[in-house]
T-cell receptor
Framework: GAVVSQHPSWVICKSGTSVKIECRSLDFQATTMFWYRQFPKQSLMLMATSNEGSKATYEQGVEKDKFLINHASLTLSTLTVTSAHPEDSSFYIC???????????FGQGTRLTVV | AQTVTQSQPEMSVQEAETVTLSCTYDTSESDYYLFWYKQPPSRQMILVIRQEAYKQQNATENRFSVNFQKAAKSFSLKISDSQLGDAAMYFCAYRSGGDFNKFYFGSGTKLNVKP
């Protein structure tokens, strides 16, 4: 199957700083990428959907100024958590879908801890 | 909006036995896709099996099979000959056939496999 690589796998940052998470499709062109947040023992919560070259579409309740998403190329999307606070600590997962495909492939996730 | 319901937060099965995980969904669409994903402790989302709504035949992948009841909007996953490595969170998911970006997850079922 197609491979989606997410980096870093885990990151610890200080409160007030920003952290960037990368999501790359390694062997296909991802016209659409999705960013999810997952709390312990809960399901994936969609944060935003990004199409290459366009602004991301954020789900209701997700602060677009706090969670900056950039999908500048067909193989890379980034999620930047700005001015991170401890409540932003969570597991973030990306997935990527090629044009016309019904299937999305997931990255391995990033565990963010804000101290 | 479509909803996906997994009514079993947690289940247990004896190694080598069979277990069935339940999933129901609500939709007014006639064209859609259903998935079961496995999330082991590593938290990497792994596609287990998929079903196209237009196909009457139930999908099977080795020890994994589904019981797709379109009229009842039910999509259960049967795991035969359960193995210790099957222990994980299992998520049922729905993808719209009209908009591939509309993808909804259930709340998940934690499967324990007892040796």
């Amino acid at each position: 199957g197609a491979v989606v690589s997410q980096h870093p796998s885990w990151v610890i940052c200080k409160s007030g700083t920003s952290v960037k998470i990368e999501c790359r499709s390694l062997d296909f062109q991802a016209t659409t990428m999705f960013w999810y947040r997952q709390f312990p023992k809960q399901s994936l919560m969609l944060m935003a959907t990004s199409n290459e070259g366009s602004k991301a579409t954020y789900e209701q309740g997700v602060e677009k100024d706090k969670f900056l998403i950039n999908h500048a190329s067909l193989t890379l999307s980034t999620l930047t958590v700005t001015s991170a606070h401890p409540e932003d600590s969570s597991f973030y997962i990306c997935s990527a879908r090629a044009a016309g495909s019904t299937e999305a492939f997931f990255g391995q996730g990033t565990r963010l801890t804000v101290v | 909006a479509q909803t996906v319901t997994q009514s079993q937060p947690e289940m247990s099965v004896q190694e080598a036995e069979t277990v069935t995980l339940s999933c129901t969904y609500d939709t007014s669409e006639s064209d859609y896709y259903l998935f079961w994903y496995k999330q082991p402790p590593s938290r990497q989302m792994i596609l287990v099996i998929r079903q196209e709504a237009y196909k009457q035949q139930n999908a099977t992948e080795n020890r994994f099979s589904v019981n797709f009841q379109k009229a009842a909007k039910s999509f259960s996953l049967k795991i035969s000959d359960s193995q210790l490595g099957d222990a994980a969170m299992y998520f049922c998911a729905y993808r719209s056939g009209g908009d591939f970006n509309k993808f909804y997850f259930g709340s998940g079922t934690k499967l324990n496999v007892k040796p």
